[in-house]
């Protein structure tokens, strides 16, 4: 079935540094929906980018997308220990109604 | 921020007990969906529901499981005679229309079949 896949699968940091993550898809988008979870926890949204955006912005976050690779990236800048947690993209794809999940990028960030 | 509430959040039954999941959508959306997360591995779809009606399942949601919105603000998954392989968490998930907007989880509910 088709999905996004995150990469790293695993992502080590210091406090204050900026972690960077990425999206592959196979198929043709709507729009791209970005996740946090913390362990055990629900999904919380982080940023919604449509198929004709090429980025957005929202507080420590940015989020690119090249439709014509087919990727997506996510970075968050000044990276807090808060920020631990598993990042998760979600393709909405042309002509589907749910989001698809990857395995997801796990994020550390150090004190 | 409205928020899709879940209920209970931690459920622990015995095999062969039928369970249902609770859930209250955010008040004007109109799509409404349940996921599945088993531990450490993906997020993974179920079913999606509609003007009172599914509009879309995954191969896992088959006999065994069943949605209902019995009211104007509940949206339940019945899951029958339940398995040692439900044990998961289930997030319940609602969005203003079915495409090209935010899809809002719920904090999940943990189900533990033993």
């Known amino acids: 079935s088709q999905q996004g896949e995150e990469d790293p699968q695993a992502l080590s940091i210091q406090e204050g540094e900026n972690a960077t993550m990425n999206c592959s898809y196979k198929?043709?988008?709507?729009?791209l929906q970005w996740y946090r979870q913390n362990s055990g926890r629900g999904l919380v949204h982080l940023i919604l980018i449509r198929s004709n955006e090429r980025e957005k912005h929202s507080g420590r976050l940015r989020v690119t997308l090249d439709t014509s690779k087919k990727s997506s990236s996510l970075l968050i800048t000044a990276s807090r220990a808060a920020d631990t947690a598993s990042y998760f993209c979600a393709p909405l794809f042309t002509n589907d109604y749910k989001l698809s999940f990857g395995a997801g990028t796990t994020v550390t960030v150090r004190a | 921020e409205p928020e899709v509430t879940q209920t209970p959040s931690h459920q622990v039954t015995q095999m062969g007990q039928e369970v249902i999941l609770r859930c209250v959508p955010i008040s004007n959306h109109l799509y409404f969906y349940w996921y599945r997360q088993i531990l450490g591995q993906k997020v993974e779809f179920l079913v999606s529901?509609?003007?009172?009606?599914?509009?879309?399942k995954s191969e896992i949601f088959d006999d065994q499981f069943s949605v209902e919105r019995p009211d104007g603000s509940n949206f339940t998954l019945k899951i029958r005679s339940t398995k040692l392989e439900d044990s998961a968490m289930y997030f319940c998930?609602?969005?203003?229309?079915?495409?090209?907007?935010?899809?809002?989880f719920g904090e999940g509910s943990w189900l533990t079949v033993v």
């Open positions: 529901f509609y003007n009172n009606e599914i509009s879309e």
């Open positions: 198929t043709s988008i709507n729009n």
């Open positions: 998930a609602s969005s203003e229309i079915q495409s090209g907007n935010t899809i809002y």
